[in-house]
């Protein structure tokens, strides 16, 4: 897998999942499985970060009225009540370990609901950037991964969800996705993994 014709795709890396008092980050009943996703994502950005991987985060971020999610159901009926991703509050800001990265990660702003290309110039910036692997992980594996990894192989694009980078809200949600769900469109591999066929693609 050529980093220069990939792209890592971050999904959901706001305060609301990842901040101790993140809004939605009771969502994920596994303890500790939140900071354990953070903890391996920030591990493989900061590996992967001085190689040609394209790495793009897609926050959802909605307007105060919340007019994007006029009848919301299931979650986004939680986000809408709880008033998560508000704009202007800290809640829908991105994390302060991603934003260390500087401008090494490129955000592609938009997203108001599960799929990150809906709404967005997602598919644009893949195809400029001459992107032909996607790499998806983040917040909630059921959700707005599944949903973003679909779309992503309707475009055309070889989709492997990086499994040690997302979770769901719960242990047995997360092994079904990963072992029936995902094997229908895309590949299933662990950050350790796609760090290790990577690299060892630039050293060919």
């Not at 008092?21 to 303890?31: A, K, N, Q, S, Y």
């Amino acid at each position: 897998m050529d980093p220069k014709k990939t792209a890592l795709i971050l999904v959901g890396f706001q305060n609301d999942y990842f901040a101790k008092d993140g809004i939605l980050r009771g969502v994920v009943e596994e303890p500790n499985r939140v900071d354990t996703v953070l903890a391996n994502a920030l591990r493989f950005v900061d590996a992967m970060k001085d190689t040609g991987l394209t790495i793009l985060s897609t926050p959802i971020v909605l307007e105060p009225d919340y007019r994007a999610l006029a009848s919301p159901v299931g979650i986004l009926h939680a986000i809408k009540e709880s008033g998560a991703f508000r704009a202007g509050t800290s809640g829908a800001e991105t994390i302060p370990e991603l934003l260390a990265f500087g401008d090494r990660v490129l955000y592609v702003t938009g997203k108001v609901g599960f799929n990150a290309f809906s709404n967005t110039r997602l598919d644009d910036v893949l195809r400029v950037g001459g992107i032909t692997n996607v790499l998806v992980c983040g917040m909630v594996t059921s959700l707005c991964i599944d949903s973003t990894g679909r779309a992503a192989y309707e475009r055309g694009y070889s989709v492997t969800i990086v499994s040690d980078c997302s979770s769901a809200r719960t242990p047995a949600e997360q092994e079904f996705f990963c072992s029936s769900v995902f094997p229908l469109y895309g590949g299933v591999q662990t950050s350790t993994e796609l760090v290790e066929l990577m690299h060892g693609a630039v050293a060919a």
